[in-house]
């Protein structure tokens, strides 16, 4: 069957089970969007790139499918790399598909030309510049089987506009045959075993999951594991949601702002188990004084991670699944696990999670409400505490809902005060921390599981970058709801300016009312509302999950006064770890015991 180049792109894409794409047309890449509108595959039109890269990303994250974005070339493909860069950092399976301009005109500087291969080198696991359109049904067959395998991550196939208006024949190739490209899957038994002579043998084990345990739908093997061996868990910040916050195993997030329970016992650890993940800096703290007891295991499906960061004494290439399901049977096969041995080590960090929680000012000595704090601004009502906003927000959504953030201290308070009960119900941007993120994110998360309740949590900050895609969702009829945590500043530069910068604010404050957040929704065709007080918080939460034909925005005020804790100062130690000021006798009481 003869056809386009273009045509045979956007067959292409059908079968590879493409259901959705998020894009914005342009000169080079238009052949290929005519096409579209035969097809069954529905297309998104974002208001910037930047945004059909970032709901591709979203998209990514609660289907376990890849998303498929589609740009212009030049303008249109650089606006998309921060996207790629993201979701490269926290092996998000995402294809690009780029315009370019006709072959005879690259490398002249032609309009709207840009090195889109070259340039995305770095931040995608491969590129294919495609110079023949009868190599069009091959290559998105390899982008999608190079995204979804091994360690997922994005791809990016660049099309000349000449080859897409080209003619070729028809076929789809019935397998993927990449010289080279050979993903880990299976474990080596003879690491399983001596994996599991270090799980046996260890007093103080630690398993430190990250967020491979969801790429490789390891939830159910962990949670196995876990209970099986009696062994505390922590999950990174790309991992929330993948072990139970409400399972007594549960130790929560590591990290700079992780839970004092967590972060102490890595520190005290005498074993790590590190299940999909990559001993990140923000995890590690000062690695020379990371764990220092701990004999470690590591599993990552990446060769690259083992040993990258911390060498492991036994390190272990496979899928994390796999790879869990055999430490399991080689640890039954082994009979009595004695984990007995454990009952001082789970009731001391039992003691830390009970008597060091993540913690707020819940009230205050002039009578005003717990929720608030009576650093108001002139003819205001006491200002919101943002963690009250997200612990209610939290009680009266749906179980199923979905939780987006965007990057800085609201996305700490939301991993902190949330619960996090079920795998895939939480989308940020971790490993790159992209402000922008939480918006295009959640309209992507919409698309991907339309029954579910999605929530965005913003700062005014984040908003501002990408609150354009509302636009988007008004017109797709994505009835996403986003929180605002407005406290007219970049609150978490400004904690590290007040921190570590003798409280010098320089370039942070962005002011509560400019822009009017209830207009611009409005304006953007979504139903806007402001809170001020904590008497109007729930309300308008439950207002908000009323409305299922539009987004809704709530501009929540909220103190810029406000800090994450606990927080472990960048290039300390985790033993350096701050918390909350209420905390520091509990916090004294708890080192004297160890």
């Not at 860069?85 to 995402?94: G, N, R």
């Not at 990371?290 to 060769?303: C, E, L, Q, S």
């Not at 608030?372 to 009502?381: H, I, K, Q, V």
Request: aromatic fraction near 6%; proline fraction near 7%; hydrophobic fraction near 40%.
């Amino acid at each position: 069957m003869q056809m386009t180049g273009a045509q045979a792109l956007v067959k292409s894409l059908e079968h590879g089970g493409v259901e959705v794409i998020f894009g914005l047309p342009g000169g080079a890449i238009l052949p290929v969007y005519d096409p579209i509108i035969d097809s069954s595959i529905r297309h998104v039109l974002v208001r910037h790139e930047q945004g059909a890269g970032h709901m591709a990303e979203g998209y990514a994250h609660v289907t376990g499918r890849p998303g498929v974005a589609m740009v212009t070339s030049g303008p249109g493909a650089t606006n998309i790399v921060t996207p790629l860069a993201d979701a490269y950092m926290d092996s998000i399976p995402l294809v690009c598909i780029t315009g370019q301009v006709s072959s005879s005109a690259i490398g002249t500087d032609a309009f709207q030309e840009a090195d889109i291969t070259g340039i995305t080198m770095g931040v995608t696991k491969h590129n294919w510049l495609i110079t023949d359109a009868n190599e069009i049904p091959r290559v998105i067959a390899e982008a999608f089987h190079v995204a979804t395998t091994g360690r997922p991550g994005p791809v990016l196939v660049d099309v000349p506009k000449d080859v897409a208006n080209a003619t070729m024949e028809w076929y789809w190739p019935e397998e993927v045959d990449l010289p080279g490209y050979r993903p880990a899957a299976a474990p080596d038994p003879a690491a399983v075993e001596a994996a599991a002579e270090l799980i046996s043998s260890a007093s103080r084990p630690v398993i430190y999951a990250g967020g491979g345990i969801l790429k490789s739908r390891a939830t159910e093997a962990l949670l196995e594991l876990a209970e099986l061996t009696s062994t505390p868990v922590v999950t990174t910040l790309m991992a929330r949601g993948a072990f139970p916050d409400s399972h007594p195993l549960c130790l929560g997030m590591p990290g700079m702002h992780g839970s004092y329970g967590a972060v102490t016992a890595m520190q005290q650890a005498d074993l790590l188990v590190a299940l999909g993940s990559r001993f990140d800096d923000r995890v590690t703290g000062n690695l020379a004084a990371f764990a220092p007891g701990a004999k470690v295991v590591h599993v990552d499906i990446d060769a690259a991670e083992i040993g990258k960061v911390r060498r492991p004494d036994v390190g272990i290439v496979a899928d994390c699944r796999l790879a869990i399901e055999a430490l399991s049977g080689s640890l039954r096969a082994r009979g009595d696990l004695r984990t007995s041995r454990l009952a001082p080590w789970l009731e001391q960090v039992a003691r830390w999670k009970e008597e060091l929680p993540y913690t707020y000012d819940r009230g205050a000595a002039d009578g005003t409400s717990p929720a608030t704090t009576d650093r108001r601004l002139p003819g205001r009502p006491p200002l919101l505490k943002p963690q009250f906003v997200l612990e209610t927000l939290r009680d009266a959504t749906p179980p199923d809902t979905v939780l987006v953030s965007g990057v800085g201290q609201h996305q700490m308070w939301a991993s902190q005060f949330w619960r996090f009960e079920r795998p895939y119900s939480w989308v940020n941007s971790g490993g790159l921390g992209t402000m922008g993120f939480s918006v295009p994110a959640a309209i992507g998360a919409k698309v991907g599981r339309p029954e579910a309740t999605v929530w965005a949590v913003d700062g005014d900050g984040c908003f501002q970058m990408t609150a354009q895609e509302l636009v988007t969702a008004s017109v797709e009829r994505i009835p996403v709801k986003i929180a605002i945590l407005n406290n007219g500043y970049l609150g978490m530069v400004r904690q590290w300016q007040h921190m570590f910068y003798e409280e010098r604010y320089s370039e942070v404050y962005l002011s509560p009312d400019l822009p009017d957040y209830v207009g611009w929704a409005e304006a953007m065709g979504c139903v806007g509302m402001r809170v001020e007080t904590a008497e109007e918080v729930l309300p308008a939460i439950e207002k908000a999950n009323q409305v299922d034909d539009r987004p809704v925005v709530i501009d929540f005020r909220t103190d810029a006064m406000e800090q994450v804790f606990p927080m472990v100062p960048a290039g300390a130690s985790n033993d350096d770890i701050v918390v909350h000021p209420s905390q520091t006798a509990a916090l004294e009481k708890a080192r004297s015991r160890s």
